[in-house]
């Protein structure tokens, strides 16, 4: 469910906006493919009704009758999710947290961390009926998580930097510089993100496989962002930096497996 309501959420930015002809590559190819886009997005509607459906056949009981702080819990990512774009026809609205260039990257850090981080813990407590309270663990794990997509978002804006500037959307890499948002902002932002997970494995004693695991997420993010001191293609950015998010998910599975 996850998975086919962030294509569909991802998905109707772009066919969202008039069909017209731009220098944007990816605008193009969704121009060119809008009745398979269109059907797709019907496609994956379907898919989270079916599950949201099955969800509440599941644990209907459950989910009516969880407490505020869960409906609070669940409710704050998809509505800020909402707010990114302000409206359902993302190109026509004004008002929305995505105008705002320095916020947005943390607006996605926060949402995506809370659907990866908060949601699964969330989501048994209501299934079995136990009440939500998380702990330093799970805020820790959440702000580390954060901070990694931030990271991310901040370097996937390196794309859109002429974009962007002629827009007069004032992301960070418009307003300080490719170099500058590099060595002032995502390397020393990522050492301390990953300082911070070290204390707190030592301190909570974790095994030193699962400790060397997670931090090779860290490390790559780092020789990447070393690695971005020239422009790239939008193949580059799409495959390193998304995959970047993969790998940070298989680290994190595997250290937990595995140790």
């Not at 299934?127 to 931030?150: A, C, D, R, V």
Request: glycine share 6%; charged share 10%.
């Amino acid at each position: 469910m996850v998975f086919a309501a962030c294509t569909l959420y991802y998905t109707h930015a772009y066919i969202a906006e008039a069909p017209v002809k731009s220098g944007n590559k990816r605008a193009e190819w969704y121009r060119d493919n809008r009745s398979f886009v269109r059907a797709s997005q019907v496609m994956l509607t379907c898919i989270v009704a079916a599950c949201i459906l099955i969800l509440l056949f599941r644990s209907g009981s459950h989910i009516i009758q969880a407490t505020v702080w869960q409906w609070l819990a669940t409710a704050i990512f998809p509505v800020t999710g909402a707010l990114y774009y302000g409206s359902v026809a993302p190109g026509k609205s004004t008002h929305n947290l995505r105008n705002n260039g320095w916020l947005k990257p943390f607006v996605i850090g926060f949402v995506w961390a809370g659907t990866v981080t908060v949601y699964p813990v969330l989501f048994k407590s209501i299934e079995s009926g136990e009440p939500y309270n998380p702990g330093i663990f799970n805020l820790l794990l959440f702000i580390k998580n954060l901070m990694y997509i931030t990271m991310l978002c901040i370097m996937f804006d390196f794309k859109d930097y002429a974009a962007d500037h002629n827009q007069q959307l004032k992301t960070f890499v418009v307003r300080i510089g490719l170099r500058r948002t590099l060595f002032f902002i995502i390397i020393p932002l990522t050492i301390i993100g990953l300082g911070t997970f070290l204390s707190f494995a030592v301190f909570s004693r974790f095994p030193a496989g699962r400790i060397a695991v997670n931090t090779i997420p860290f490390i790559l993010l780092i020789f990447v962002t070393l690695s971005m001191q020239r422009r790239k293609s939008i193949l580059y950015y799409l495959a390193i930096i998304d995959g970047l998010m993969l790998v940070k998910a298989l680290c994190g599975i595997a250290g937990m497996l595995l140790w």
